[in-house]
Structure formats: C-alpha cells, structure tokens
T-cell receptor, first 113, second 110 residues
C-alpha cells in the first residue's frame, strides 16, 4: 500500500516555542491532507483539512492562527504548532489522500514542557 | 454534521469468545464505513472498509462487519478472539473527512 511518513516521530519542546511537523506521501500524490489529534485514551479528532494550493479548512474550536497548515505540494503538508503550551501535548496524525483512499502517517508525539 | 457512536467503551473477553462491537452513524447520505485497530504503542491500521456492494465485509485477521443501512449500523464481529486482539478499535465514516467514533478498548484475557 501507499506510504505516508511523518517527521519528526516525536518531539519535546519548551512552552512558547513553535514546532513544525511534516507529512509526506512517498509514492502517491495526495490532493487532500487531513490533520488529526489524539489525546491519551481518546479518539482521533479532526483538526483541519487542507487541499494542495489552497487554505486549510479548520474544524470548530481549532485555532487557525495557532495551528498553521501548509500544503504547498501534492506530496507534502506541514503543521506548525505556534507558541506551544503543555495542553498542546498530544499525538498528531496526518491522513493523506481522499475520502475513498486514504493512508495514515505513523504520527508525531508532541510533548510540551 | 455526521457523527459516529461506539457504545461499548471497554470490553473484556476470554480467549475464544465471540466479539461484536457496535457502531452507529448519523448521516443521511451515502457513506463509506471503516474499522481501524490501534495496538498498544502503534499507529492505526485499517481492518476493513465498506463502500458498496455486499453489506457483509470481510477484513484482515478474521474480522468482519455488516452494514445495515436501515439501522445506520456497521458492527464489527469476530467469531473467536485471541489475546493478540487486545487493542483499541475505532469505527469511522466519510464522505467528507474521516470522522471517528470514540473507540472501544478490547481486552482479551488468556
């Protein structure tokens, strides 16, 4: 099956710093990337949907100025957590593809101290 | 808006017992339905999916699910569970982005 990678796989940062997470589709073109967040012992919650070359659509309650999403190419989308705080500590997962064919990235564990 | 409900939050079974996990969705249009599994410390893995056709779908590791349109349900079943099936199971639905249920933690005791 198709492969989606995320980098870094885990990151620890200080409160107030920004963290960039990359999601790459390695062997297919992902016109749509979805970003999810999973808190411990909870389900995946959709944060935003991005289409290549256009602005991301954020779910209700997700701050677009805090979670910057860029989908500049068909193989790369980035999520930047700006001015991270401990409550942003979570597991961030990208989903590349579309409604009928989608592939998850392995996820990025973010810990904000 | 579409939503997914998983009523069983935590299920404990003995090995060889039969499993059925409930999943109901709310959406009036055509949907695609999925079951994912997340083993401890690992990322999501697709178990099976339904797009159209035979409402009884067979997936990996002996799992199957039945789509009952009139009940808006897509329950996951396995005739005989193993200790290695201990994991978190998520039901999900499109047509927009994948919307996940809250998950069911399955614990299989040897």
């Amino acid at each position: 099956g198709a492969v989606v990678s995320q980098h870094p796989s885990w990151v620890i940062c200080k409160s107030g710093t920004s963290v960039k997470i990359e999601c790459r589709s390695l062997d297919f073109q992902a016109t749509t990337m979805f970003w999810y967040r999973q808190f411990p012992k909870q389900s995946l919650m959709l944060m935003a949907t991005s289409n290549e070359g256009s602005k991301a659509t954020y779910e209700q309650g997700v701050e677009k100025d805090k979670f910057l999403i860029n989908h500049a190419s068909l193989t790369l989308s980035t999520l930047t957590v700006t001015s991270a705080h401990p409550e942003d500590s979570s597991f961030y997962i990208c989903l590349a593809g579309g409604p009928d064919t989608q592939y998850f990235g392995p996820g990025t564990r973010l810990t904000v101290l | 808006a579409q939503s997914v409900s998983q009523h069983n939050h935590h299920v404990i079974l003995s090995e060889a017992a039969s499993l059925e996990l409930g999943c109901n969705y709310s959406y009036g249009g055509t949907v695609n339905l999925f079951w994912y599994v997340q083993y401890p410390g690992q990322h999501l893995q697709l178990l099976l999916k339904y797009f159209s056709g035979d409402p009884l779908v067979k997936g990996i590791k002996g799992f199957e699910a039945e789509f009952i349109k009139s009940k808006f349900s897509f329950n996951l079943r396995k005739p005989s569970v193993q200790w290695s099936d201990t994991a978190e199971y998520f039901c999900a639905v499109t047509p927009r982005a994948l919307t996940f249920g809250s998950g069911t933690r399955l614990q299989v005791q040897p």
